[in-house]
Nanobody, 118 residues
Framework: QVQLVESGGGLVQPGGSLRLSCTAS????????MSWYRQAPGKEREFVAA????????SAADSVKGRFTISRDNAKNTLYLQMNSLKPEDTAAYYC???????????WGQGTQVTVSS
């Protein structure tokens, strides 16, 4: 079955960096659109960034453009999120998602916590 396992979260000071990883299994990773979402306490879940299966195209929310970079390693079935210049407002649980065809079902990982605080 589809499994998505996030790692790399933790506590970091403002201005610091973290790299999140999402290891995938149970589907054809290279053919799937992969994304990161986040949810802060008391707030709705929000889109962070996506990488599409064809052409290497990526997309990111305005709030993280220029600071976060999404990437994927199809040989390792792994999705990454490099987060630089972190701010306290980036504090959230970060989730990896996969859109798996042909039904375009979306699967979610269990999340990894990122806390930005001094």
């Amino acid at each position: 079955q589809v499994q998505l396992v996030e790692s790399g979260g933790g506590l970091v000071q403002p201005g610091g960096s973290l790299r999140l990883s999402c290891t995938a299994s149970g589907f054809t990773f290279r053919s799937s659109t992969m994304s990161w979402y986040r949810q802060a306490p008391g707030k709705e879940r929000e889109f962070v960034a996506a990488t599409f299966s064809a052409g290497g195209r990526t997309s990111a929310a305005d709030s993280v453009k220029g600071r976060f970079t999404i990437s994927r390693d199809n040989a390792k079935n792994t999705l990454y999120l490099q987060m630089n210049s972190l701010k306290p407002e980036d504090t959230a649980a970060y989730y990896c998602t996969a859109v798996v065809g042909p039904s375009y079902m979306t699967y979610w990982g269990q999340g990894t916590q990122v806390t930005v605080s001094s």
